[in-house]
């Protein structure tokens, strides 16, 4: 079976740029999540989609990122204009469905440096 | 709120010794437990969960009991590998409600042969 597909796997990009993470989740999972990890920290979720509407986003910065799941299949992520603190791992994972034993599996991730 | 706390890395040890790596949580309800691990160059993969209250979990040698009284789902091996150098995250997913997995800051372990 097929993992979680992300790209790319680096991007550099200059403060003020726009940048787009891209995800592919597991054939048949519902539930799509989208976490930031910055250095030393455990991810933080940025937004969580049930088929192709957003159930979670309360800790997406929304004047700059952006994020959308059209056809409820891949995802993604943006981030328009970037900021330095924006530096970390952008990581997406899916799950079956939103039940409470569901196991999500992880993407390797997209880490992003802004200089 | 809801969070996870756990010990602050890293943690080095010598092949063969016992590891213990603390996590508590806070939660409204009641939650699932997890351990994640993220081995170098790799994308975070679950290691073990458990559901429900004296529920242990266990995988590749480590476990975890969910212990409600203490809020803690501390985790162990009784001897470990040099193989097992990776950091290790704490998460729950809260009941009620689609899943929202929250994550601890993370525990990196260095093991010495």
Known sequence: EAGVAQSPRYKIIEKRQSVAFWCNPISGHATLYWYQ??????????????????????????????AERLKGVDSTLKIQPAKLEDSAVYLCASSVTGTLNTEAFFGQGTRLTVV | ???????????????????????????????????????????????????????KGSNKGFEATYRKETTSFHLEKGSVQVSDSAVYFCALILSGGYNKLIFGAGTRLAVHP
Do not use: H
Request: hydrophobic share 35%; with cysteine.
């Open chain 1, 37 to 66: 990890q910055i250095l030393g920290q455990g991810p933080k979720l940025l937004i969580q989609f049930q088929n192709n509407g957003v159930v979670d986003d309360s800790q997406l910065p929304k004047d700059r990122f952006s």
């Open chain 2, 1 to 55: 709120g809801n969070s996870v706390t756990q010990m602050e890395g890293p943690v080095t040890l010598s092949e063969e010794a016992f590891l213990t790596i603390n996590c508590t949580y806070t939660a409204t309800g009641y939650p699932s437990l997890f351990w994640y691990v993220q081995y170098p160059g790799e994308g975070l993969q679950l290691l073990l969960k458990a559901t429900k209250a004296d529920d």
